[in-house]
C-alpha cells in the first residue's frame, strides 16, 4: 500500500499546479522574467495562517555554528543592489513609526533573539524597517546588517501583538537568499478577515494599483493606475484582494505584484449557473467553472464580464470514459476573452487507489486562457490519475489544445515565427484539437469549406495559460 500510495502521489507531483504562496510566487516570477518574461492553477482557501517564508537549511558566515546549541545560521546576502542600499536606509515607516517606546521594546526583543532568528551574529545593527497596525494584524520588518550584508525578518502577528507575539510569528530562514530592493509578505486564514498583505520599497518610491484590466482584442491587458499606499508601501486587508500593485521609483517601474493572499472567499453569485447554459450540461460543473473564472481574473486584477459556456462535450480524441469538458469565457469591453477549459465537474476530490486501500486527492482539472469571442485556443488540461489507454503509451485524456472557433470554420492553422505552419488540422462544428508540440504559436487561424479565413488572432505565450498571458515588466 505505501508504495502504491507513493506512485500515486508521484503521478499527481507533476501535472498539479496550486497557487503558490507570495515568496514562492515571487522567486518564480523572477526566474520567468529571466527566462521570456512569460503566473496557474487551481486556488484553495487556507486552512490555517501561513506565513510567507519558508524554512531552509544553511551555514554561517565566517565560522561554524556553535554544536552546544546546534544553531543553523543564514548567511547574510550582500547589500549589492543601489535600490536595495536605499530600503535599508529608508526611514521607518508604517502607522506605529511614531510609538518610540514600541519600536525600541520591538529592537531590543529581536537583537536578543538572534539565535532563535538564526540570525549571524557578527550582524550588529538591529533596525525595524516597517512596523503597523491593521485591525486584524501588527506587521513589522526588521533588519540585521552590517556594512556590505543584510538579512531581513519579518512578522505578521495578532492584533496589538507583543514583541514575544512578533516573534513567535517571525520566519527563520537558514538558506542563502539575495537581499532583494522589495519585501512582500502575506497571511492568509481561513475566514477573509484574516488576510493581510505587505508591499515594502525604498522610501521615496510610489506605490500605484490597478484592479480593473481590460482584455484587448490583441490578447494583451490594457491597465489604468492610481496612486495608492503610502511613501514605498502598501499594506492591505482582504478587502484590496483583486488589486495589483506596482512601484515607480524615480519615474519607472521597478516592481510589480498582486497582493500575496488570494483566497476564494466566493461572491454571493459566484455559484450560480452561467445565464444561457445549454440543456445537458452539468449545472454543477458549469457552476464551478464559472466561479473558478471568476476568481482567477479577480485575483489578476482584471474586469470581470458576465460568464457564459461557450462550448460543451467531449473532448475530440478522448475515450469513452473521459468525463465531458467545458469551456466558459468572460468577455472585456476591450474585445478579449478570459476562457477556462474544465474537463469533469471541476471539483477536487479523494478517491481510492485500486489496490491496497488508501486514497488520493484528484484535482480540478482546468487551464486558463485566452481568446476572442469568435475564437479560443486552450490547452487541455491532462488528467494525472489517467492510465494509458493503449499499448503506445497514450494517455485516455487527450493533450495538445482544443481550438473553439465560428460554427461555419471546417480548417485550423497554427502558426510560428515566420507564419510558418506549427500545426494544423480539420474541425468539427468549428471545433478540434491539435497537437502544436514544444513549437512556439505566434498566430492561430481558422477557414471555412471553401478555404477562406473566417477568424484569426494572435497567441500569447501558453495560450494565455499563465496570468491570461500578461507580461510582467522586468525590475
Known amino acids: 500500500m505505501t508504495q502504491e500510495l507513493r506512485d500515486g502521489l508521484a503521478r499527481l507531483a507533476d501535472p498539479v499546479v496550486s497557487r503558490p504562496e507570495p515568496y514562492r510566487r515571487l522567486l518564480e516570477r523572477a526566474r520567468r522574467r529571466r527566462r521570456r518574461q512569460a503566473l496557474t492553477t487551481g486556488a484553495a482557501a487556507l486552512a490555517a495562517l501561513v506565513a510567507v517564508v519558508p524554512l531552509f537549511g544553511g551555514t554561517v558566515r565566517g565560522g561554524e555554528a556553535d554544536p552546544a546549541d546546534q544553531v543553523e545560521i543564514q548567511p547574510p546576502a550582500p547589500v549589492a543592489d543601489p535600490l536595495a542600499r536605499r530600503l535599508l536606509d529608508?526611514?521607518?515607516?508604517?502607522?506605529?513609526?511614531?510609538?518610540?517606546?514600541?519600536?525600541?521594546?520591538?529592537?531590543?526583543?529581536?537583537r536578543a533573539a538572534r539565535a532563535e532568528l538564526r540570525v549571524d551574529p557578527t550582524l550588529d545593527a538591529v533596525r525595524v524597517l516597517f512596523a503597523h497596525d491593521l485591525p486584524t494584524a501588527r506587521v513589522v520588518v526588521v533588519v540585521f546588517a552590517d556594512d556590505e550584508h543584510a538579512v531581513l525578518r519579518t512578522a505578521i502577528g495578532d492584533p496589538g501583538a507583543s514583541v514575544r507575539g512578533l516573534l513567535d510569528k517571525t520566519g527563520t530562514?537558514?538558506?542563502?537568499?539575495?537581499?532583494?530592493?522589495?519585501?512582500?509578505?502575506?497571511r492568509g486564514g481561513q475566514h477573509a478577515s484574516d488576510d493581510v498583505t505587505l508591499a515594502l520599497g525604498p522610501a521615496g518610491c510610489q506605490v500605484e494599483s490597478t484592479s480593473n484590466g481590460q482584455l484587448t482584442a490583441d490578447g494583451t491587458v490594457r491597465r489604468e493606475w492610481r496612486p495608492t499606499g503610502g511613501d514605498g508601501y502598501v499594506v492591505a486587508g482582504p478587502e484590496q484582494v483583486g488589486e495589483r500593485w506596482r512601484f515607480r521609483c524615480d519615474g519607472v517601474v521597478r516592481y510589480d505584484t498582486v497582493p500575496g493572499v488570494t483566497r476564494s472567499h466566493p461572491r454571493p453569485d459566484a455559484t450560480a449557473v452561467p445565464p444561457g447554459t445549454p440543456d445537458g450540461v452539468d449545472p454543477t460543473a458549469a457552476a464551478n467553472a464559472a466561479r473558478a473564472l471568476t476568481e482567477e481574473l479577480t485575483y489578476a486584477g482584471l474586469a470581470v464580464g458576465p460568464v457564459q459556456v461557450r462550448w460543451h462535450g467531449r473532448i475530440p480524441g478522448a475515450s469513452a470514459?473521459?468525463?465531458?469538458?467545458?469551456?466558459?469565457?468572460?468577455?472585456?469591453?476591450?474585445?478579449?476573452?478570459?476562457?477556462?477549459?474544465?474537463?469533469?465537474?471541476?471539483?477536487?476530490?479523494?478517491?481510492?487507489?485500486?489496490?491496497?486501500?488508501?486514497?488520493?486527492?484528484?484535482?480540478?482539472?482546468?487551464r486558463k486562457a485566452v481568446g476572442r469571442p469568435d475564437l479560443v485556443v486552450a490547452q487541455i488540461p491532462a488528467d494525472p490519475t489517467d492510465a494509458p489507454a493503449d499499448p503506445s503509451g497514450r494517455p485516455a485524456t487527450p493533450t495538445g489544445v482544443l481550438v473553439v472557433g465560428p460554427a461555419a470554420a471546417t480548417r485550423v492553422e497554427l502558426l510560428g515565427a515566420g507564419k510558418r505552419v506549427v500545426a494544423e488540422g480539420p474541425l468539427d462544428g468549428g471545433v478540434g484539437r491539435l497537437e502544436p508540440g514544444a513549437e512556439e504559436v505566434s498566430t492561430v487561424r481558422v477557414y471555412d469549406a471553401a478555404n477562406r479565413p473566417v477568424a484569426s488572432m494572435p497567441v500569447r505565450p501558453g495560450f494565455g495559460s499563465v496570468d491570461f498571458g500578461e507580461e510582467w515588466p522586468s525590475r
Not at 515607516?93 to 521594546?105: F, K, M, P, T, V
Not at 530562514?173 to 502575506?186: G, K, M
Not at 476573452?337 to 489496490?355: D, H, K, M, N
Open 90 to 110: 529608508s526611514p521607518l515607516r508604517g502607522n506605529l513609526a511614531g510609538d518610540h517606546q514600541l519600536i525600541e521594546s520591538i529592537t531590543r526583543g529581536y
Open 173 to 186: 530562514p537558514i538558506d542563502t537568499l539575495p537581499f532583494e530592493s522589495f519585501v512582500n509578505i502575506a
Open 321 to 366: 470514459d473521459t468525463p465531458p469538458a467545458l469551456l466558459v469565457t468572460s468577455c472585456a469591453a476591450g474585445g478579449g476573452c478570459a476562457a477556462l477549459l474544465q474537463v469533469g465537474t471541476g471539483r477536487t476530490e479523494s478517491v481510492r487507489i485500486p489496490s491496497g486501500g488508501g486514497s488520493l486527492v484528484l484535482p480540478a482539472l482546468w
